[in-house]
């Protein structure tokens, strides 16, 4: 059974870093395709980053492009999210999302989801 847990949400004035885990069960995260996702209230769910099979590079909204880094840790199962130079517009749920493929950049695609996190950025 997979499962993703996501944790490091919080509250951060603008300018500010938060860092965001997920970590997996039931799957091995550096072999697959690894997304963060986020929610606003009253918008779609949007894709942030996409990791595939490790490679950190795979993918950057432009919105997050220069702020937003992902890693992992093999030896954790862990994907992160590293958010600096946070924006008000930033304030979302992020979900941790995988699958065994990286072809597609949006959520209804991706069957494994995490609960989510709440980022909350004010001005």
């Known amino acids: 059974q997979v499962a993703l847990e996501e944790s490091g949400g919080g509250s951060v004035e603008a300018g500010g870093s938060l860092r965001l885990s997920c970590t997996g069960s039931g ?11 986020r929610q606003a ?14 490679i950190a590079t795979s993918y950057y909204a432009d919105s997050v492009e220069g702020r937003f880094t992902l890693s992992q840790d093999s030896s954790k199962n862990t994907v992160y999210l590293q958010m600096n130079d946070l924006k008000p517009d930033d304030t979302a749920v992020y979900y941790c999302a995988a699958d065994y493929s ?22």
Do not use: H
């Not at 009253?42 to 490790?54: D, T």
């Open 102 to 123: 990286c072809r597609s950049l949006i959520a209804a695609d991706f069957r494994y989801w995490g609960q989510g996190t709440q980022v909350t950025v004010s001005s």
């Open 41 to 54: 209230p009253g918008k779609e769910r949007e894709i942030v980053a996409q990791m595939f099979r490790g």
């Open 27 to 37: 799957i091995t995260l550096n072999s697959v395709c690894a997304n963060w996702f």
